[in-house]
């Protein structure tokens, strides 16, 4: 079958293997059909984008932002990402609340990325389901990945300032703890009773139950939000204790325990890193910390928490993170293939492998350089943007 686009005489950097100088890829029926050097042969059929000069990479990721559900230049009627009328909203669901038209999912492509895991907010104990989907389209079932990717989880001090005000449980630590402890053994029963229902009578569905039941089947992962060494602790703990599949989040503190999280293989997605310290727990917050953790062996994606900090600039957090020591590779991967698997959505996105959706930037140059941009930018070898030097703009495609 021959390809409908090839890119060539690029520096292609799959992320997964070497980068290729003066590379080519080939897409066909949107996907990535080959990746080579200047040898590869390209269909006669084939559409080619001359790219000498510019870097080819996979879209970037970002494992955990609040687009499209804390909609840009919207207030209060476009925010939607914290249900905070019970401590635990597991049935809730970050899919139904997202919309398309959110000015961040521009702003998303502009800056290289293309897909991202969104969760709902850190107010509740149990906050709800997450969903993985890419970041261009009329309707959020037309971009999905992977829903539910997660359950969202939060430990420290929201859940505390959010119940504490109103004087109802959780006002403190070991509250919000009892909370999802009592959630996670309500759904070992339920799990049990539709195990072995009573004769002629199954047990009534709950849909809170259900979600946190998926979780306890290490179907979906646990997203735990929490920055303090000891909230990461106890995170660790309610893990070990209901045996289910933990990825933390922000991780501000996760340097003071990162021998312990490397050997228990739990992914943290540090960020975001472009902030003030606006709250106690994140005095120990520093540009350093991602190289820390990456030197200990634990496995990093960078997050910026959209609208936290601007989505596209999720690659300058990379940029900074390297500066204050953190190698390239690794910053590279924490934006790209790390995010992808923790999201469960690897085997579509994260790197330039053949068969993978081709979801591809091309960039003026090196990505980690603040003074490159993305020029053109694929989804499934649909050119949805590219830059117009004459207009000194970014030009989208039809959502279509």
Known sequence: MGASLAIVGA????????????????????????VGGADLSVPADSTVIEAAGRWVLPGLIDAHTHVGTAEEAEGWAGNDVNEK??????HVRAIDAINPGDLGFKDAVIGGVLAVNVNPGSANPIGGQTIALKCWGRTVDAMLLRHPSGLKSALGENPKRVYGDRKQLPETRLGTAAVIRDAFTQANNYLTKWANPEPGKPPERDL???????????????????????????????????????????GTEAHLLADLIAAAGIPVIIGP????????????????????????????????DHPVVPIHFLIHQATLAVKEGLDRETALRSVTINPARIAGIDDRVGSIEPGKDAD??????????????????YLDGRRIYHYDYDLRQGVFADPR
């Open 11 to 34: 520096r292609v950097v799959p992320v997964v293997g070497d980068p290729i100088d003066g590379g080519t890829v080939l897409v066909a029926d949107g996907r990535i059909a080959a």
């Open 85 to 90: 009328t019970d401590p635990n909203t597991a």
């Open 208 to 250: 809170k139950l259900e979600a946190l039941g998926q979780v306890l089947r290490r179907e979906i992962p646990w997203r735990q939000h929490c920055h303090r060494a000891d909230d990461i602790a106890t995170a660790m703990r309610i893990a070990q204790e209901f045996g289910y599949q933990l990825v933390i989040d922000h």
């Open 273 to 304: 890193l472009f902030t003030s310290r606006t709250k106690v727990e994140l005095r120990n917050r520093s540009m350093a910390n991602p190289g820390r953790l990456a030197a200990a062996g634990v496995t990093i994606a960078i997050t910026t």
């Open 360 to 377: 591809l930037c091309i960039w003026s140059g090196d990505p980690l350089d603040v003074m490159s941009r993305v020029e053109s930018a």
